[in-house]
């Protein structure tokens, strides 16, 4: 049963336009929520988080919203440019041991035209 | 800067084959994780490690197994590589409280 969703698999968006990504989640017992970003044959890299006890974390030209009681967490960023074109993945984090484990989306490509 | 670095960008193996996937983090972290990523299924937990020696299993372990002798080494074993374990293989490293990871560049592995 997948615990994080993103229901888009694919966005296009104008340059300098805004760019709204949007993901689900089922449990409400996730401490953090991350989004990641990815080049083709690189590894994911970190973007942005949100504790679940915040509902905005602003970083430059990317904010991310938590709307806890729809279970819905969305990533704006404005002013959108080409460089950002890649795959986005929103993962949410719970405690195991010690550790923080990550339960990701099935990710959403985005892709910022000229 | 954190560097996470895999053995090897591109294997390919044959059916049957014990394959070595090996990750290796120059900051002290004490996490460390094995993900595979499918198209359309974004990034899947295979085994986790939250300390030496300690291994616990993700989501996906079928297939797999790992070993952690040393803190900056987190290997993943195919026991008999199968075609369904063709995929890219991430690994990431951690110690914050976030869950904030690093990954490294992948290997993109072909069985056949």
């Known amino acids: 049963d997948q615990q994080v969703k993103q229901n888009s698999p694919s966005l296009s968006v104008q340059e300098g336009r805004i760019s709204i990504l949007n993901c689900d989640y089922t449990?409400?017992?996730?401490?953090?929520f991350l989004w990641y970003k990815k080049y083709p044959a690189e590894g994911p890299t970190f973007l942005i988080s949100?504790?679940?006890?915040?509902d905005k974390n602003e970083d430059g030209r990317f904010t991310v919203f938590l709307n806890k009681s729809a279970k819905h967490l969305s990533l704006h960023i404005v002013p959108s440019q080409p460089g950002d074109s890649a795959v986005y993945f929103c993962a949410a984090s719970e405690g195991f041991g010690g550790a923080q484990k990550l339960v990701f989306g099935q990710g959403t490509r985005l892709t910022i035209n000229p | 800067d954190v560097k996470v670095t895999q053995s090897s960008r591109y294997l390919v193996k044959r059916t049957g084959e014990k394959v070595f996937l090996e990750c290796v983090q120059d900051m002290d972290h004490e996490n460390m994780f094995w993900y595979r990523q499918d198209p359309g299924l974004g990034l899947r937990l295979i085994y986790f490690s939250y300390d030496v020696k300690m291994k616990e299993k993700g989501d996906i372990p079928e297939g797999y197994s790992v070993s952690r002798e040393k803190k900056e080494r987190f290997s993943l074993i195919l026991e008999s590589a199968s075609t369904n374990q063709t995929s890219m293989y991430l690994c990431a490293s951690s110690v914050g409280t976030d869950g904030e990871q690093y990954f490294g560049p992948g290997t993109r592995l072909t069985v056949t």
């Open positions: 949100i504790s679940s006890i915040k």
């Open positions: 449990n409400s017992m996730f401490d953090y």
